[in-house]
T-cell receptor, first 113, second 110 residues
Framework: GAGVSQSPRYKVTKRGQDVALRCDPI?????LYWYRQALGQGPEFLTY????????KSGLPNDRFSAERPEGSISTLTIQRTEQRDSAMYRC???????????FGPGTRLTVT | GQQVMQIPQYQHVQEGEDFTTYCNSS?????IQWYKQRPGGHPVFLIQ?????EVKKQKRLTFQFGEAKKNSSLHITATQTTDVGTYFC??????????FGQGTELSVKP
């Protein structure tokens, strides 16, 4: 079926606003990962879920960042009170099993002005 | 915490030359994966290695996993312009978190 989709693809927001980034994984995939990728760097782990359970959120930079996957499918990464340093490409990936090949979405480019 | 390092950061080769990127982890990995990211694209899975000393080949690409499961390499024979991109290694830690290296950017001059 379709691959991993993310929306919006681009988001420009003013400092202090909240943003919600959405990830729609491949149907049936158990695990869902959120990453942040700076230009010229590898994806930086943020958090991941198995089904609806958040397994590890150690990569979330601070308490302004949160993520949920309430029904074990679509996930939302929320950033509250955005700051300029939050500007980055945010990527989502899903995998059929916990330790396996990850399929990445196209990413959301977030710009905080 | 666990770190995955790759060298070199950049590699410029003439088409037809070979290319190798090396990956080292600060801790033992349960497995290692390799991804390729084309300019403007997203990471795409290439392969996963699980066993100590494992070697796998995909056409002109050869992947190795070290005996101690702390290092890995990707070798491309006779590069082509289609090989251009950034190659990332990534290792799972015991908790199921995938840690990426910083990547090796390959450019190929025709």
């Amino acid at each position: 079926g379709a691959g991993v989709s993310q929306s919006p693809r681009y988001k420009v927001t003013k400092r202090g606003q909240d943003v919600a980034l959405r990830c729609d994984p491949i149907s049936g995939h158990v695990s869902l990962y959120w990453y942040r990728q700076a230009l010229g760097q590898g994806p930086e782990f943020l958090t991941y879920f198995n089904y609806e359970a958040q397994q590890d959120k150690s990569g979330l930079p601070n308490d302004r960042f949160s993520a949920e996957r309430p029904e074990g499918s679509i996930s939302t990464l929320t950033i509250q009170r955005t700051e300029q340093r939050d500007s980055a490409m945010y990527r989502c990936a899903s995998s059929q099993a916990q330790v396996g090949e990850q399929y990445f979405g196209p990413g959301t480019r977030l710009t905080v002005t | 915490g666990q770190q995955v390092m790759q060298i070199p950061q950049y590699q410029h080769v003439q088409e037809g030359e070979d290319f190798t990127t090396y990956c080292n982890s600060s801790t033992t990995l349960s497995n290692i994966q390799w991804y390729k990211q084309r300019p403007g694209g997203h990471p795409v899975f290439l392969i996963q290695l699980v066993k100590s000393g494992e070697v796998k080949k995909q056409k002109r690409l050869t992947f190795q996993f070290g005996e101690a499961k702390k290092n890995s390499s990707l070798h491309i024979t006779a590069t082509q312009t289609t090989d251009v991109g950034t190659y990332f290694c990534a290792g799972y830690n015991q908790g199921g978190k995938l840690i990426f290296g910083q990547g090796t950017e390959l450019s190929v001059k025709p």
